[in-house]
RNA sequence: GGCGAGAUAGCAAAAUGGUUAUGCAGCGGAUUGCAAAUCCGCCUAUCCCAGUUCGAUUCUGGGUCUCGCCUCCA
């Protein structure tokens, strides 16, 4: 049984649906003013490996994965371009889905933004000023009375009197309660057109939090099985999520509804033991990083820790990583599964091949061609071998994926000792489940655009072979240091001579 | 200041009240014309101090240090 850790419990719990067989995920996505860097790449990934082990455990999964575009920051950025939100927005949201594209990371089920949801923000936000929980402040601003709703800070562990006494807290004049939050902006003069949006209480935006409360209840339901994001979300973001989406249903029989039954937090990536943010500015994007390593290495790289645990970012981990995962591929080169349909359509298609995403539309979500490239279909694992099974296990204990990955490496060491076909499909399909290991063994591990091209490698491997059969060793050893210095290595097997760059 | 998380070998990272984690690096051997890859073997560990226990890295208490949240943040 999938057992997760829920932050709300502080502690592991059996996963039950609420609907049996089927599982309901909202995870925060991004707000997208600029590209995404490695602790976005780590969300997408962390929760893409959640989704993919749900599905693979049976579930029928609605994932649902929203993009703010609408937010102070955009506004800030937008005007700083000269470029409309709009065009901003549209420009990295596309940048983002390349970047997931990369990381093999799976389309959400629903990918709604904020801005088309406006009309059920308002919605909730009426609903919430009925039940008495907000208020319009002086300056126009509709606000949440932190303090009359019963719980706050049941998720963070935090009480109302512990966070006034918090030095950080702002004593904002608009609000009654230093620690209310904004539901509704009020419109400023100077701003656009664009992000005015007319409401009961005058012309202006929604606040942060609101947006998923409202798109998590409208495409979700009000009562959803796993809410997702990143720890630095648990507060005020998801504490603020609960008192609205809870404090909305109060009217409905006069008790409360649960919004959210497991709440997960990923860690974070850090930068020499410190968190990596956009205000501390040690952060590197995605796209900078994939210059210098594949995707997979880093899909890789964020796999192989646990996802609560902090990950620190540096060359020598993603280099450790890197030939960490090439022992992997190694074991699979020699090695033809059987004729499983474990990737693609069955066909064996090749990773790089666009397979047309099948995204569930709901009322307004982003589309974007070409997103899913690496989702496969009919991968088969034999859950009864010994291997499968202690991968599930570790798995179902709340996505082990560092111990999955380790029955991985048991695997391919078995795979390299038996040269067995069967336990070599059995590695590439878990590598599947976990989106790894779909690759052409040969391509990825010749992977890369280093000086030599394929037929001047061949060239040299050819000369090579001459000079060996000249038993010339001087001569084949000449080249072959001549080729590991242009970072090629050479191996001889008794299929011939292949290669890989180091 | 309040609240929370964590300290495991050279590095990274799991697990466990007693029995090989795993990967990278290193050492020895097999294999190879020599290598590479692979296989076999080896090395290096559980922050400190108490307590519980036959036995603690694992449980309890204290300490030290690190990190996070309390402001936008994935």
């Not at 390349?98 to 609903?127: F, K, N, S």
């Not at 501390?280 to 609560?308: Q, S, W």
């Not at 063994?441 to 280093?450: I, K, M, T, V």
């Not at 001549?482 to 191996?491: D, N, R, S, T």
Request: hydrophobic share 40%; aromatic share 8%.
């Amino acid at each position: 049984m999938l057992k997760i850790y829920n932050t709300l419990a502080r502690d592991k719990q059996d996963f039950k649906p609420i609907t049996l067989n089927s599982v309901r995920m909202y995870v925060c996505g991004m707000t997208v003013y600029d590209y995404c860097h490695l602790g976005h790449a780590r969300v997408m990934v962390v929760f893409d490996m959640v989704y993919r082990w749900l599905k693979a455990s049976g579930y029928d999964v609605t994932y649902v994965r929203n993009i703010t575009d609408i937010d102070d920051k955009i506004i800030k950025r937008a005007a700083e371009n000269k470029e409309s939100i709009h065009a901003l927005t549209a420009r990295f949201i596309a940048a983002m889905h390349e970047d997931a594209d990369a990381l093999g990371v799976q389309h959400p089920d629903h990918e709604p933004r904020a801005t088309q949801y406006v009309a059920e923000m308002l919605e909730m936000i009426a609903q919430l000023e009925k039940n008495g929980l907000a208020y319009r402040a002086a300056d126009g601003d509709v606000n949440y009375a932190v303090r009359k709703f019963a719980g706050y800070g049941k998720l963070s562990g935090k009480s109302l009197e512990d966070l006034r006494a918090g030095e950080r807290v702002d004593i904002a004049g608009n609000k009654n309660d230093p620690l209310d939050f904004v539901l509704w902006k009020h419109a400023k003069e100077q701003e656009a057109d664009e992000v005015k949006w007319d409401s009961p209480w005058g012309k202006g935006r929604p606040g942060w939090h609101i947006e998923c409360s409202a798109m998590g209840s409208e495409i979700l339901g009000k009562h959803f099985d796993i809410h997702g994001g990143g720890a630095d979300l648990q507060f005020p973001h998801h504490e603020n999520e609960i008192a609205q989406s809870e404090g909305a249903q109060l009217h409905e029989k006069g008790s409360r509804g649960q919004y959210v039954n497991y709440w997960m937090h990923n860690g974070f990536v850090r930068v020499d033991e410190e968190k990596m943010s956009k205000s501390l500015g040690n952060f590197f994007t995605i796209r900078e990083v994939l210059k210098k390593y594949d995707a997979e290495v880093v899909r890789f790289f964020i796999l192989r820790a646990h996802y609560r645990s902090p990950l620190n970012y540096s060359d020598v981990h993603l280099d450790d990583a890197k030939k960490a995962l090439e022992r992997l591929y190694t074991a699979l080169k020699s090695i033809t599964p059987p004729g499983l349909p474990l990737s693609g359509e069955e066909t064996g298609s090749p990773p790089d091949e666009t397979t047309s995403h099948s995204t569930k539309t709901s009322k307004n979500d982003v589309q974007v061609a070409g997103y899913d490239k690496w989702r496969l279909g009919g991968v088969v694992v034999d859950w009864n071998e010994p291997y499968a099974q202690r991968f599930k296990t570790a798995m179902d204990d709340d996505f082990n994926t560092p111990e999955a990955v380790a029955v991985l490496f048991d695997l391919a060491n078995e795979v390299n000792r038996t040269q067995s076909a069967q336990a070599a499909a059995q590695l590439k399909a878990l590598g599947a489940v976990l989106g790894l290991l779909q690759r052409d063994p040969q391509a990825f591990l010749q992977r890369g655009a280093g000086g030599l091209d394929d037929a001047a490698i061949g060239a040299q491997i050819e000369a090579r072979l001459a000079a060996k059969k000249a038993r010339n060793f001087a001569e084949a050893d000449r080249i072959r240091k001549e080729l590991l210095e242009a970072g090629i290595v050479l191996e001889d097997t008794p299929q011939g001579t292949s290669w890989r760059r180091a």
